[in-house]
């Protein structure tokens, strides 16, 4: 059975001054484990999609139609009591800019150690605090006794991006949802970043739905490929045939 | 913050001391100037009768006849031995004039401010929790309004309708003759001018807390903290609060003296005997001494104010607190 499927999905933003299709009857579903890259240019609906999944859009954006199912359950019509549920337990994200995920207010490690409270609300104080520091070393924070009392304008982007990516495995997701994870960072920590998915997928035996408009990130990393443009996905296949056929001339 | 305690301790106190010595000038210089004669402060109608010669003789008892340096030189060392001298008006020493009716104004002004720092958080988290709800418009409107009438006339509509029309509430002073010690008299004759400090103020701080809630609703952080599970709620109280909470610190820092200052007005409509009818009536009928004590009083709870919100916001903010405060630390130019 699929992880996650997407049946016919429309999003439209209903603002005063009309109404504006943002997803056109989308359909696609995620296996277990695999990497799906979902490509497109800017402004296409990458983000809305994996938002109106995760149940995170604005007022103004209205489901009109479609299904979305989790392991073969329906969850479109789930209120956001119950979404809580699957926030921070089955899906999880990592967004664009890491300087502006974190709260600037809040020492990193108090953001961890407050999404390892909330998907193991049982652990004590120091079992909570030492599974945040492990957490930290997963993603490669050096030193993490000495950083969890730094705050996020204290760190670089790429050890900030580290630390988002600390919170979203907190929460040990079988669903990770990487929007533009990579794209505020330069070349080098973008790779390491990208290995670390990789390698945090084999370990954890996570899915991840990575949303990017980088093809070489997507060659990279990804198993499949799903291609979007002005709200609809138009294709979707493996990644080796999918580049073969020169989709990166396509869409850049 | 590397500079050491003492240090920092030291350079707050000059700096305070200088505000005040620089302010006891200009209130002295400014009273001065101002046209009207003290004497008439002193003597009342008598003035009128009195030679020339005498009002010069009068002048020179009450030590006005001196040039204006000189007067501000044996008024500072009589200062600084706590002598302020004698209020023309009440021929009694500003000391106990002051005395007397200080503890109704702090309490009309610190009840004020208690409510009003107490309360708009409240209603600006409600406003932001229900934002562009029908709710939320009605408080906007209605809270625009009631900040932007006049104390003054709020003062005189109120006691218009409770104390003319209804007769529910007392028009004037802080108790009725003979029921000094009645508590519920007092609270009776407090409750309209309190309502009008409240009503006066709240909104403004209200919808600033209200504005800045929902920038912080909007940030990015917000997304990520609902992706951990929690309740947007939650994220408001945990989150987005400690964003609000150290602007709101210095801005009700900033506030006291305002509200205080707002009572002056207040309590000169309502007769009610404190600092602000006090400053009303030394500055009309150039009472120095009284004035000179009541304007410092009032600009040294502003210094010190100002001085609070500054170390209050330097504390909580974790980005000020690393750049080692306002002054201090790296300096960036534009």
Redesign the interface.
């Known amino acids: 059975m699929d992880l996650l499927q997407v049946k016919d999905l429309s999003v439209s933003f209903c603002r005063p001054e009309g109404e504006k299709e943002a997803l056109k009857n989308v359909s696609f579903s995620l296996r277990k484990g695999e990497v799906l890259a979902v490509m497109g240019e800017a402004g296409c609906g990458k983000s809305v999609l994996c938002k109106s999944i ?1 149940k ?1 859009l604005p007022d103004i954006a209205v489901v009109r139609t479609g299904h979305i199912y989790v392991k073969g359950e329906e969850i479109t019509g789930y209120s ?2 119950q979404m ?2 699957l ?3 089955f ?3 990592v ?1 664009q ?1 890491p300087m ?8 990193v490690g108090e953001q961890i150690v ?2 390892v409270r ?2 193991h609300p049982q652990l004590s104080r120091g079992e909570r605090r030492q599974k945040t520091e492990e957490l930290m070393e997963l993603v490669g924070l050096d030193h993490p006794k000495e950083r969890v009392g730094q ?1 996020p ?2 760190l670089s982007g790429g050890m900030a991006q580290r630390c ?1 990516i600390a ?2 495995l ?2 040990e997701p079988e669903v990770l949802f990487a929007d533009e994870a990579t794209t505020a960072l330069d070349v080098t920590v973008q790779a390491q970043i990208l290995e670390l998915f990789l390698e945090l997928r084999k370990r954890m035996g996570m899915s991840i739905v990575l949303i990017t408009h980088n093809p070489g990130v997507a060659a990279q990393t990804a198993n499949r490929v799903a291609l979007m443009r002005g709200g609809e996905l138009y294709r979707i296949g493996d990644v080796e045939e999918m580049f073969e056929e020169g989709i990166s001339c396509e869409i850049t | 913050m590397k500079k050491g305690y003492p240090v920092k301790l030291l350079k707050e106190t000059l700096k305070f001391t200088l505000s005040v010595l620089v302010l006891s000038v200009l209130v002295f210089g400014m009273s001065r100037l101002a046209p009207g004669d003290p004497l008439y402060a002193y003597y009342g109608e008598r003035v009128e009768k009195m030679s020339v010669v005498e009002q010069e003789q009068a002048r020179a008892r009450l030590g006005l006849d001196e040039p204006l340096p000189g007067q501000y030189v044996r008024w500072f060392r009589g200062a600084v031995h706590g002598d302020f001298g004698i209020s023309y008006q009440y021929k009694t020493d500003v000391k106990e004039v002051i005395a007397a009716r200080i503890g109704n104004t702090l309490l009309l002004g610190g009840l004020g401010f208690f409510l009003v720092f107490a309360l708009a958080p409240l209603l600006g988290i409600f406003c932001a929790w229900r934002e562009d709800k029908a709710v939320d418009r009605l408080i906007c409107r209605i809270g625009t309004v009631t900040s932007c009438i006049p104390e003054f006339w709020l003062s005189l509509l109120l006691l218009l309708v409770f104390a003319v029309w209804l007769g529910w509430l007392p028009s004037s002073g802080a108790y009725s003759v003979g029921k000094e010690g009645s508590l519920a008299d007092r609270a009776a004759h407090l409750i309209l001018p309190l309502a009008v400090v409240v009503l006066g103020h709240l909104w403004y701080y209200a919808f600033q807390v209200r504005n800045r809630l929902l920038e912080e609703v909007r ?3 917000v ?10 709620r939650q994220v408001l109280y ?2 987005c609060m ?2 609000v909470l ?1 602007s709101y610190l210095s801005m009700m820092a900033l506030a006291l003296p305002h509200i205080l200052g707002g009572t002056y007005v207040v309590e000169t409509v309502f007769s009610y005997p404190g600092i602000g009818t006090l400053a009303y009536e030394s500055a009309r009928y150039q009472d120095y001494n009284l004035l000179m004590v009541v304007s410092l009083f009032t600009g040294t709870l502003v210094i010190l104010c100002n001085m609070a919100a500054r170390i209050v916001s330097e504390r909580i ?3 000020m607190r ?1 750049r080692g405060g306002v002054d201090g630390g790296e300096v960036r130019r534009l």
């Open positions: 995760l995170l956001d009591k809580q549920k926030r921070g337990s899906f999880s994200a967004f800019n502006t995920a974190l709260n600037p207010c809040m020492s407050e999404a909330l998907r705050y304008f204290q988002v919170i979203a907190a929460a | 940030a990015d952080y997304l990520l903290a609902r992706m951990k599970g929690m309740s947007g945990r989150h400690r964003g150290p903010d974790p980005r690393a």
